[in-house]
């Protein structure tokens, strides 16, 4: 097979900041710890194993999740690694876009793999685990709902609102049938419509579903699903969301990065709130905000005090949900994580946390 090279600079679709990341621009320097290169990761893999991991919720929580799958011996072995101090991973996540959704979907995954696979060569004495977090927090329903298969839209109308992860799959049955009709008739199209319709027919909830199918693609190449709406993991982010609800140190340590990027000639990326982080029930997924001495969740009648909503927070960490500007903090936090495979959007905001994650990961990790 040939293989042609492309260099980052000449491809179009890839933008300014792409670019100077990949090449090594200085402007961006600043903003990450590690270069981009596979020889620092000896470096990466000694720091963080100087940080202290609850390995044994994780990976307990992990089989409580892997318990409602189909056994697979290489991601039960892949489980057990977690537990040894010298396994590390590499993760990738996304919304859970309707039967996946857009090809970089799938390409993350791929590409998270192969960075382990590369890893494990490179390290052998280390032992490295590629990971898919499923997005199943997000409630932006319009995002994920949909996908395209041979110029049609399939479209899941659901009616619901809250979580899209915590979604009931019973009304998935139209999707399911436009799948089936565009895919045909032939021997590979009805093995991958059976697939698809075993994972999203054998679970109530959508995340779960969807956890199951890329369980179903990839569990023999080895990738770790999961869906950190946990509770045993959520407790293990307290102190962080108990320090975003009384002091709200992220959005000016956000604000102050992206001035920084500015000034180096780069935009900002997400919108850092006063508190970043959502209430989450059943059905509801909504913006928490401080209004003189009274915590109000947007559009709902839920009022706290600061002692109410912390007693909230130690009795049920799962209804508190990171946003955009907290999910990179509770993932590094949870998991013995060595890089994140992104696109350039997600590229953006991660350049915007290196003093968030440092200033906050020192203060409660150690």
Request: glycine share 6%; proline share 5%; aromatic share 10%.
């Amino acid at each position: 097979m040939k293989v042609e090279y492309i260099p980052f600079q000449n491809v179009p679709q890839l933008s300014t900041r792409d670019v100077a990341y990949a090449t090594l621009d200085s402007r961006l320097r600043d903003f990450y710890q590690y270069e981009p290169k596979l020889s620092v990761f000896g470096d990466v893999m000694k720091d963080k194993a100087a940080e202290p991991r609850d390995r044994a919720t994780l990976v307990a929580a992990l089989r409580e999740q892997y318990a409602q799958l189909t056994p697979h011996p290489t991601s039960e072995a892949q489980l057990e690694r977690l537990l040894s101090e010298n396994t590390f991973t590499v993760i990738t996540a996304h919304q859970p876009c309707l039967f996946t959704g857009p090809l970089y979907y799938v390409l993350k995954i791929a590409s998270t793999i192969n960075l382990a696979r590369q890893l494990n060569a490179t390290y052998p004495d280390k032992h490295v685990v590629p990971v898919f977090i499923i997005g199943g927090e997000d409630h932006d329903f319009e995002e994920i709902n949909h996908t395209w298969l041979y110029g049609k839209r399939i479209e899941w109308q659901s009616g619901q609102t809250g979580a899209v992860g915590n979604m009931n799959t019973a009304t998935l049955a139209g999707p399911l049938a436009d799948l089936k009709t565009l895919l045909g008739d032939s021997e590979s199209a009805v093995k991958a419509y059976q697939e698809v319709e075993a994972s999203f027919t054998r679970h109530t909830h959508y995340g779960r579903a969807m956890q199951d199918y890329l369980h179903t693609l990839f569990a023999d190449l080895g990738l770790v699903v999961v869906d950190m709406n946990h509770p045993d993991l959520k407790r293990l982010f307290i102190p962080y969301m108990r320090e975003e609800l009384v002091n709200q140190p992220s959005q000016p340590l956000i604000e102050a990065a992206q001035a920084a990027l500015e000034a180096a000639g780069f935009s900002g990326q997400a919108h850092a709130r006063d508190i970043n982080l959502f209430y989450l029930r059943d059905g509801l997924r909504a913006r928490i905000e401080l209004e003189g001495d009274t915590y109000n969740v947007v559009g709902t009648d839920y009022r706290f005090s600061q002692t109410e909503l912390l007693a909230e927070l130690a009795s049920h960490p799962e209804h508190f949900s990171p946003n955009v500007i907290m999910r990179p903090l509770y993932q590094e936090v949870i998991w013995p994580n060595l890089a994140y495979i992104g696109g350039g959007g997600e590229l953006a905001y991660w350049l915007e946390r290196k003093t968030n994650l440092a200033i906050l990961v020192s203060t409660f990790l150690f």
